[in-house]
């Protein structure tokens, strides 16, 4: 079975300050993995995935995450947050079948502090 | 080019009604998954349709069904609604054919008094 950990339901950081939002997974095969963003009373719109090819995936908004097999981990970053940054991030996995479901953790709550 | 739509965009029912959500996928997408997603977590997967046939299914009692149509819309029914079953729904649609990723509609807010 397939699982999501995102440590830390709500992460606060300053304007202009790294932002980083852990992810780990579990799966008994190899993973597709997916970081969503969430704004307000909308839905969710792709931020970034792995797919096995590259582990450093780069996405929108100056996001990017690493694919790291030996610590099941798939962590967010952003070098420099923006005040439009605040949002719900998810982490979601899904098996390589194509079109598989998605599961998804909890979600962190990124606050930005001017 | 239309993104995923769904109708309506909010819901009040009351408890043991009956409820029909809908969702046109993305253009050129032909296979639809349904998320129930409660305040403060994350989207829960529902089930998924795929030449108008239910694919893959979560954890969610018969009370939800789905229907998908030769056009690919898809619709979802809860009968009997419960307190529990307010959430926010989403639909998301993906190519069958390099399908790794899916895309998301706004969502239905359901609201169950």
């Known amino acids: 079975a397939q699982s999501v950990t995102q440590l830390g339901s709500h992460v606060s950081v300053s304007e202009g300050a790294l932002v980083l939002l852990r992810c780990n997974y579990s799966?008994?095969?190899?993973?597709?993995l997916f970081w969503y963003v969430q704004y307000p009373n909308q839905g969710l719109q792709l931020l970034l995935k792995y797919t096995s090819a590259a582990t450093l995936v780069k996405g929108i908004n100056g996001f990017e995450a690493e694919f790291k097999k030996s610590e099941t981990s798939f962590h967010l970053t952003k070098p420099s947050a923006h005040m439009s940054d605040a949002a719900e991030y998810f982490c979601a996995v899904s098996d390589a079948n194509q079109g598989g479901k998605l599961i998804f953790g909890q979600g962190t709550e990124l606050s930005v502090k001017p | 080019d239309a993104g995923v739509t769904q109708s309506p965009t909010h819901l009040i029912k009351t408890r043991g009604q009956q409820v029909t959500l809908r969702c046109s996928p993305k253009s050129g997408h032909d296979t639809v998954s349904w998320y129930q997603q409660a305040l403060g977590q994350g989207p829960q997967f529902i089930f998924q349709y795929y030449e108008e046939e239910e694919r893959q299914r979560g954890n969610f009692p018969d009370r939800f069904s789905g229907h998908q149509f030769p056009n690919y819309s898809s619709e979802l029914n809860v009968n009997a609604l419960l307190l529990g079953d307010s959430a926010l729904y989403l639909c998301?649609?993906?190519?069958?054919?390099?399908?790794?990723?899916?895309?998301f509609g706004p969502g239905t807010r359901l609201t169950v008094l």
């Open positions: 799966s008994s095969v190899p993973p597709y």
């Open positions: 998301a649609s993906s190519p069958i054919q390099g399908g790794d990723e899916q895309f």
